[in-house]
């Protein structure tokens, strides 16, 4: 049995909360779990304190276990120190300025100085 530790979603349309969950790969998102081991709720500000909780104690031992967490809850367990934070790639590659606007930006820079 491959188990995940990821996200469930509760809360109300337009107010999402999650809880934390250690959940069989082949359950439901919202559906069957074993254990309940934090919450995450996203409509509070990046540094609030109740922004993320988790049960660190039962998080390691289902680490040992040998679940896996998703990549959102692989970073939340980074940043607390449970496992080694995840690398991410930089993703908005399109997004980023072109070369004329990035050559523009450079001239603002050196007419600033």
Same mark, same amino acid.
């Given at each position: 049995? #491959?188990?995940? *530790?990821?996200?469930?979603?509760?809360?109300?349309?337009?107010?999402?909360?999650?809880? *934390?969950? /250690?959940?069989?790969?082949? #359950? %439901?998102?919202?559906?069957?779990? /074993? $254990?309940?081991?934090?919450?995450?709720? %996203?409509?509070? %500000?990046?540094?609030?304190?109740?922004?993320?909780?988790?049960?660190? $104690?039962?998080?390691?031992?289902? *680490? &040992?276990?040998?679940?896996?967490?998703?990549?959102?809850? &692989?970073?939340?367990?980074?940043?607390?120190?449970? *496992?080694?934070? %995840?690398?991410?790639?930089?993703?908005?590659?399109? #997004?980023?300025?072109?070369?004329?606007?990035? $050559?523009?930006? &450079?001239?603002?820079?050196?007419?600033?100085?």
């Amino acid at each position: 049995m #491959s188990l995940k *530790i990821r996200l469930a979603r509760a809360g109300a349309k337009k107010r999402p909360f999650y809880h *934390i969950v /250690i959940a069989d790969a082949n #359950s %439901p998102r919202d559906g069957r779990f /074993i $254990e309940r081991v934090g919450t995450y709720n %996203p409509m509070l %500000p990046a540094d609030h304190a109740e922004r993320v909780t988790l049960v660190t $104690e039962r998080l390691t031992h289902w *680490i &040992a276990n040998g679940a896996q967490a998703t990549d959102r809850v &692989a970073r939340f367990l980074g940043k607390a120190g449970l *496992i080694k934070m %995840p690398v991410y790639a930089e993703q908005p590659k399109k #997004s980023a300025p072109k070369k004329k606007a990035q $050559e523009r930006a &450079a001239e603002r820079a050196k007419a600033a100085a």
